[in-house]
């Protein structure tokens, strides 16, 4: 047999263990001991910085404190900023705060709330999800010092995404406008088309392009594991458009049913709109099987002429082949392949959807509720978009604030002209799939709406299907 | 009785996964005639070769796609490749210690988990197949099926009891009081990398279990026999007797297990939470596409970083794995 | 630092396992050479472990109370130095037991012993004076007390159920009846005097009688036993060493398996946050969802293409049977050709069920099989013709090599595979830019028609040309020659009207569709499963390979010599030899399958009709919070793998009979 040989082998692995286990370390200890010398170096500079930092109140300053932020963004240039504005206000109060971004966010956050093991802070891009996890008692509701600070940075309308039961539990830490539509004003101009003012103009124009030979749209929905939510958006715009802000409310609070005659004939007014003959390019060959971020290249190359999507889109643009090897501009330019937004119109009023990140804390500490005013703070919005912007290297950086009294030099003029929709829009309403309970919003929702698309069912049934998902 | 196949024909299980040696002759050309044998090995070679390409074709895209940027990934095919195409900022964007898209601690994250869980559940494994091979005790039948019948759980079930049990400790309510005792107590391993190959170790007893009992069952009653009139206690055949004759079947089960620990996604997710410091290389890959998968250029590189440990184990170790992993399944 | 700190924990945690495990081992291979010692051991373990025990449980008064500034030396010390001195008397105490045989010294020694250790433990029960405080940072906890106040009427009840237990333990086991009946009253003492009375409102008296009753019992024990003889010590060491050995698997397993395993059970009968019992309603919310069980179609399995070509298949396999059972005289010989083509006819019914009856369960179903099947029987084709084939090493490696790659490689691999772009576009996916290229030299370019005609009329002419070879001493393989022949005469057919592959167009130009890889169903599970099949076809074909070449030479000798052909080797020696072999890679490949998670969570998330019972399980219990249906289809999925690892036990069971 061969004896020595393994005894070798054994030996090697067993060394291998030793310095590969050291050098991942888990150790608390060691965990520590850099957590200290962060402190150190925090201590050092917090004079110079709280001085400039804080806006008018006086700043708190802890000893050394962590506090865990999680949340489901989880790469660059996302984290990357978001880390940064972080560090910068844990080197002023003298906190460590550490941000975790997860892919399976949504699932963890319930393991851990399960067992005991949550974060003193996460991110929701779901309010629904916020709402039920302070109901059950694991959030905690903002206590008035800090309400207050935050009613001063951010209009009620904002709040009210993170108001339950008329308690404010969570603050927006990040906002987005989705009635936005992507198009190239050189082409627009080139033939001679108008922006539409109203949403039956929208359709007009749309058809004047099939009648011309071009195709309106690009629209796909799939994305991964939440395959379905772009259909979700446009349902939710038009029950928007439609039905009014009143009959939203009541579907978004499973006040009428979800299989609703006016909800049903609006999910079915989407698929019509989608199922006009040269209405829709989807890169991948069908609308369910193209990811939402792949319609870059053909809205580039002009294959399709717009596409409704929100403000994040403008980070798949990376991905471009361009004609000059140069990245894409975005925003008012004289470039000839420039992309721009316009506003997705209505026929009564400028109706918003947005959606964005909220912000709840698991606990009543004071640290925590620090570091929660910061993220409700300008100055957060400031320091996270001026890093967001230098990470991505792009115009859009992918982050936009509603936030009160931020120095607006720090977004681009386009993520300016976002902004401006944000806060002129006559009614905003939230993502609805984001609002209704998980099973829905991020389950049948989705996955019902997307055999709806791909023609396996039709409308009334998966109305029907959802209604019954709901708990 | 099953005769154990491995030490009758080490050579034939050495050639398993092929050592160019000489074949059973029974598979060459039966025809007999020139062109028959021709014919027959083409027909033989045509179909392999076909199999193998297929095969290969999907990690050969990887490896080319993990050397193209984002536009070439996105406007083409990797067979499109053209060499003014390759670039490995991929790999220096993976590897850049800078980035949150950073590979370099996960491998190392990876190998701390992997490593105590390959050692340690195959020392307790192997107790547990020589006690049940060879040490006669009451219920040994029941508590092996027992255990063999527990591969059928699917791991899920079990996290969050075992999140719970890491982060909590385990008590026991003694009936019809308000008492606990404590039985294990909160050893605050949330977080850790010990939670992770912990549980490892616990899900992979079953099948290492079985691997290795019917390996250990197979060798030669004679030796323990023996090994017995000569006075010679469980403690000293186990170490002196089986440990050195089932080299074979460690490794094997050696290799299962580290590329089990190491390729392991929902496992590590759950006990490891969010301390981001101890990510292993399958988290990283999973986050690294970003939201809505906008920096899925990247995916090639990180995954072929991924599979290249595992790879090197799996090499370097296959010539134990035919042998060991006969001995259960091959009866003479 | 952190390297070192690391370096020293996990060596400290392998010494003292292999340590604790080693020195066990060694004590009891004391027990029959050395009994002085042993007991000395034994004692020493025992007061170690009482007393660690109490101590862990904060129930004795804490001498960590004022040392908690210390280091974590200095915090050990503190723990460790009472259960030190537990061991070093009850080492002592085990040594005189060891080697005096004097029945009344023994006695008094074992009283003493426990009035001793009764009245130190019931001195220091905590009285709620001291405050508990551990460790840095955690809080302080209100002070607690272990005094108890007797309910006299709990105490005497447990007391007499643990009595009545031993009385029966005794005469089950044929066991000393006083003796066992003293221990379990203990331990029934025990429970009655702290479990079952209020704690800290009693006096300190309470407690020593709490204590001093269970200590003369077990003393009364420990001092009645005897020395035993070399039977009696072998006897202890044959009792315990199964369990030395079995011991810490049982530990894991039942921590990480079993416990989990039994909390499911009981979830699964609660309701979505486990606040009240529901009874079975979750197991009937989960059989009748359509989205778990869909047989709304079910007609249309008799219409579907795949059924009549399955049926065609199955009903020529029949027909060759009897036809080559008439030469034999058996009614039908279910033979190579037959048996295969009957299979695969078998495999497309199937199939044609599989695809038309929806939902999580038939998936699962269907995942099982056609992985199974395919996995096997393609890694036992490719351990057969790669034997003995040069540079077969390469080869092999190659088809083994995806078993290193993890599900989240594989999956970021294959959607490289199988990725899809609009027919206007250049296709990004490898399956589809094929597909593709086939369709459009196929029906767009006469050119490309030509080669392929020329293609495939040779494929033809090569498949004809094999069988009218082999026929005459192989007529299994002719069959085959014949059926594959079949393939390029049915692409001819289609070259002929049309084309095959990606067609389609538009203003008469071609524009090849592609295939909706993983959002078009039903046969976007299939596509799923390819990619498991690519990794597990390595595995079954290494452990059948290693098979097929262990099958003794002689035997083909002997058949060679008889006249037998390569297929009736193959089909009369080799595969009933390796048969054990592929029974043992088909119960393991299908415990794997039942369990999928990875792929389909990683690729479509169960979207577009795709879900698998693990997916299904993990989305209710940790994306919905609804653990009770979770829990459910936890159970489903494991009772569903029970038939196949009873199969595997027994088969086990018989061959260690």
Redesign the interface.
């Given at each position: 047999m061969h004896l020595s040989r393994w005894k070798t082998l054994l030996a090697l692995l067993f060394s291998i263990t030793l310095v590969a286990s050291a050098c991942a370390g888990s150790d608390e200890a060691a965990t520590d001991d850099s957590a200290a010398t962060d402190d150190s170096a925090a201590t050092d500079d917090s004079a110079d910085d709280s001085s400039q930092a804080a806006d008018g109140g006086e700043m708190m300053v802890f000893s050394g404190e962590t506090v865990i932020v999680t949340g489901p963004e989880r790469d660059d240039p996302s984290v990357g900023a978001l880390q940064e504005s972080l560090d910068a206000f844990g080197e002023e109060a003298n906190l460590v705060i550490e941000y975790t971004g997860d892919s399976a966010w949504e699932e963890q956050i319930n393991i851990q709330v399960e067992a005991g093991t949550e974060p003193d802070i996460s991110f929701f891009p779901q309010p629904g999800k916020l709402a039920d996890f302070y109901r059950q008692g694991d959030i905690q509701a903002l206590p008035d010092s800090t309400a207050s600070i935050v009613r001063d940075n951010w209009d009620e309308g904002w709040l009210s995404f993170g108001t339950v039961d008329d308690t404010l539990v969570g603050i927006p830490a990040k906002t987005d406008a989705k009635s936005l539509v992507w198009y190239q004003p050189a082409v627009f101009e080139e033939k001679g088309y108008e922006i539409p003012e109203t949403f039956d103009a929208f359709v007009a124009l749309a058809n004047d392009m099939i009648a011309n030979g071009d195709t309106p749209l690009c629209v796909g929905i799939e994305s991964d594991t939440a395959t379905g939510w772009p259909f979700t958006d446009w349902t939710e715009e038009m029950v928007l458009r439609f039905e009014g802000p009143d009959v939203y409310d009541q579907w978004v609070n499973h006040e009428i049913p979800f299989n609703d005659p006016a909800i049903v004939a609006q999910m079915q007014a989407v698929i019509d709109l989608w199922n006009t003959e040269g209405m829709v390019f989807a890169n991948g060959g069908s609308i369910q099987a193209t990811n939402f971020g792949d319609n870059v290249q053909p809205l580039y190359d002009g294959t399709c002429l717009m596409h409704r999507q929100a403000n994040f889109f403008a980070s798949f643009f990376g991905n471009v082949v361009t004609d000059d090897g140069e990245s894409v501009i975005l925003g008012e330019s004289d470039d000839p392949k420039a992309i721009d937004v316009f506003y997705f119109p209505a026929n009564d009023g400028a109706p918003l959807l947005t959606a964005g990140i909220v912000a709840g804390a698991f606990h009543d500490k004071p640290e925590v509720w620090a570091v929660m005013e910061y993220l409700s703070s300008p100055a957060h919005a400031e320091r996270r978009q001026e890093a967001q912007r230098r990470i991505s290297g792009n115009d859009v950086s992918g982050y936009l604030s509603a936030v009160q009294g931020q120095d607006m030099s720090v977004y681009s003029p386009i993520e300016q002209s976002f902004i401006d929709i944000l806060t002129n829009a006559s009614v905003a309403r939230f993502d609805a799939s984001d609002l209704m309970p998980s099973q829905v919003g991020a389950g049948t929702f989705w996955t019902e709406g997307t055999s709806l698309v791909a023609g396996s069912i039709d409308a009334q049934t998966a109305a029907d299907r959802i209604e019954a998902s709901w708990p | 009785m099953a005769t154990p196949v491995i030490n009758e024909v080490p050579g034939d299980a050495d050639a398993a996964l092929g050592n160019d040696g000489p074949p059973n002759d029974m598979r060459k050309g039966g025809t007999g005639s020139t062109t028959g044998a021709r014919l027959h090995g083409l027909l033989t070679r045509v179909p392999l070769w076909f199999i193998v390409l297929i095969w290969a074709i999907p990690s050969l895209g990887l490896f080319i796609n993990s050397f193209r940027d984002r536009q070439a990934q996105n406007q083409s095919g990797w067979w499109r490749v053209v060499p003014s195409d390759l670039t490995i900022s991929n790999y220096d964007t993976v590897l850049s210690a800078s980035s949150t898209a950073s590979m370099t601690d996960s491998v190392l994250n990876s190998l701390g988990i992997a490593i105590p869980a390959t050692i340690i559940p195959i020392a307790v494994a192997a107790f547990a197949a020589y006690g049940f091979a060879w040490i006669d005790f009451k219920g040994r039948n029941w508590l092996f099926i027992a255990t063999i019948s527990l591969l059928a759980i699917p791991l899920q079930v079990a996290l969050l009891p075992l999140l719970k049990l890491y982060v909590g400790g385990a008590h026991v309510t003694v009936p019809f009081t308000e008492r606990t005792l404590t039985l294990i107590p909160d050893w605050d391993l949330q977080g850790s990398l010990t939670a992770v190959w912990l549980t490892h170790t616990g899900f992979a007893m079953p099948f290492a279990i079985f691997l290795l009992h019917n390996y250990i069952s197979g060798l030669p009653r004679d030796i323990f026999e023996s090994a017995r009139i000569d006075g010679a206690d469980h403690f000293t055949i186990f170490t002196k007797l089986v440990l050195p004759l089932s080299v074979p079947v460690l490794a094997a089960f050696a290799i299962f297990q580290f590329l089990w620990a190491w390729n392991d996604y929902l496992i590590a997710l759950t006990m490891i939470g969010s301390n981001a410091d101890n990510f292993p290389t399958t988290i990283r890959v999973a986050n690294l596409s970003g939201d809505f998968g906008r920096n899925a250029f990247l995916l090639p590189s990180a995954a072929f970083i991924q599979a290249f440990i595992p790879l090197i184990v799996f090499f370097s170790l296959q010539r134990f794995f035919v042998k060991g992993l006969l001995a259960g399944s091959v009866k003479g | 630092?952190?390297?070192?700190?690391?370096?020293v924990?996990?060596?400290i945690?392998?010494g003292v396992?292999?340590a604790l495990?080693?020195g066990v081992?060694?004590m009891?291979?004391k027990a029959t050479k050395d009994w002085p010692l042993f007991s000395t051991l034994v004692g020493a373990l025992l007061g170690f472990i009482l007393f660690v025990v109490l101590h862990?449980?904060e129930l004795l008064i804490n001498p960590l109370d004022e040392q908690m500034d210390q280091s974590w030396i200095g915090r050990f010390i503190a723990f460790i130095w009472l259960p030190a001195i537990a061991a070093a008397v009850g080492g002592t105490v085990g040594w005189f037991l060891g080697r005096i045989d004097d029945p009344s010294t023994r006695l008094a020694i074992g009283i003493g012993t426990g009035v001793v250790a009764a009245l130190v433990i019931a001195f220091m029960l905590r009285d709620g004076s001291g405050v508990i405080t551990i460790g840095d940072g955690r809080e302080t906890e209100p002070e607690r007390s272990y005094l108890p106040a007797f309910r006299p009427f709990a105490l005497a009840n447990w007391t007499i159920i643990g009595g009545a237990v031993g009385a029966g333990w005794a005469t089950l086991r044929k066991s000393n009846l006083i003796r066992t009946v003293a221990i379990f009253g203990s331990i029934g003492w025990l429970?009655g005097a702290?479990?079952?009375s209020q704690?800290g409102t009693g006096p300190r008296i309470a407690a020593i009688i709490a204590c001093l009753v269970p200590g003369l019992a077990l003393g009364y024990v420990v001092g009645t036993s005897k020395i035993p003889n070399i039977v009696g010590a072998a006897r202890i060491?044959?009792?315990a060493?199964?369990?030395?050995?079995?011991g810490?698997?049982?530990f894991?397993?039942f921590?990480?398996?079993?416990?989990?395993?039994i909390?499911?059970l009981v979830l699964s009968f609660q309701n979505?946050d486990s606040t009240e019992f529901v009874g079975l309603e979750n197991y009937g919310t989960a059989l009748s969802d359509p989205a778990n069980f869909d047989t709304a179609n079910w007609t249309n399995i008799f219409t579907s293409r795949i059924f009549i070509l399955g049926l065609i298949l199955f009903a020529i396999g029949l027909l060759l049977a009897m036809a080559l059972g008439r030469q034999t005289g058996h009614t039908a010989q279910v033979d190579p050709p037959s048996g295969a083509i009957g299979i695969s006819g078998i495999a497309l019914v199937f199939f044609a069920i599989v695809t038309t009856l929806r939902g999580t369960i038939v998936n699962n179903l269907w995942w099982v099989f056609a992985v199974t099947l395919i996995a096997t029987s393609?890694g036992l084709?490719?351990a057969?013709?790669?034997?003995?084939?040069?540079?077969?090493?390469?080869?092999?490696?190659?088809?083994?090599?995806?078993?290193?790659?993890?599900?989240?490689?594989a999956s970021?691999?294959?959607?490289?595979?199988y990725?899809?772009?609009?027919?206007?576009?250049?296709?990004?996916?490898?399956m589809n830019?094929a597909w593709v290229a086939i369709g459009r030299t196929t029906s767009d370019s006469s050119i490309g028609q030509i080669i392929w005609g020329i293609l495939l009329v040779g494929a033809v002419l090569g498949f004809a040309?094999?069988a009218i070879?082999?026929l005459s001493?192989?007529v299994n393989m002719a069959v085959l020659y014949s059926v594959l022949g079949l393939i390029p005469i049915y692409l001819l057919y289609r070259l002929a009207t049309g084309g095959f592959g990606a067609l389609g167009e538009r203003n008469g130009e071609f524009r090849g569709?592609?295939i909706?890889t993983?959002?078009?169903?039903p046969w976007n599970n299939f596509f799923l499963m390819i990619v498991l099949i690519?990794v597990q076809?390595g595995f079954a074909m290494?452990?059948l390979?290693?098979?097929?070449?262990?099958?003794?030479?002689e035997f083909?000798?002997a058949?060679?010599i008889d006249g037998a052909?390569?297929s009736d080797?193959f089909w009369r020696i080799t595969i009933p030899q390796?048969t054990?072999?592929i029974i043992?890679?088909v119960t393991t490949v299908i415990?794997l399958v039942?369990?999928v998670?990875?792929i389909v969570?990683?690729m479509?998330?169960?979207?577009?009709?795709t879900n698998v019972?693990?997916n299904a399980?993990?989305?209710e219990?940790?994306?919905?919070?609804?653990v009770g249906v979770g829990?459910t289809l936890?159970i489903l999925?494991?009772l569903s793998?029970?038939p196949?690892?009873?199969y595997?036990?027994r088969k086990?069971?018989k061959?260690?009979a």
């Open positions: - | - | 630092m952190k390297v070192l700190v690391t370096i924990g996990v060596a945690s392998v396992f292999s495990w080693v081992n060694l009891f291979n862990g449980n429970i702290f479990a079952a704690l060491d044959e009792g060493r199964p369990w030395i050995f079995v810490p698997a049982v894991f397993i921590v990480a398996l079993i416990a989990p395993t909390l499911t979505a393609l084709a490719i057969v013709l790669a034997d003995g084939v040069r540079f077969e090493r390469v080869a092999k490696s190659i088809v083994f090599m995806p078993l290193a790659i993890s599900f989240v490689g970021v691999v294959w959607r490289l595979v990725q899809s772009r609009d027919p206007s576009q250049s296709q990004t996916g490898a830019a040309y094999a070879r082999t001493n192989d569709e592609p909706q993983l959002s078009e169903g690519w076809t290494v452990i390979s290693a098979a097929i070449k262990a099958v003794p030479g083909i000798e058949a060679k052909n390569d080797i390796i054990p072999t043992v890679v415990v039942m369990k998670f990875d969570r990683v479509t998330n169960g979207n577009f009709g019972l693990a399980m993990y989305a219990s940790f994306q919905f919070r609804n829990s936890a999925l494991f793998v029970i196949v690892m009873v595997n036990i086990q069971q061959e260690i």
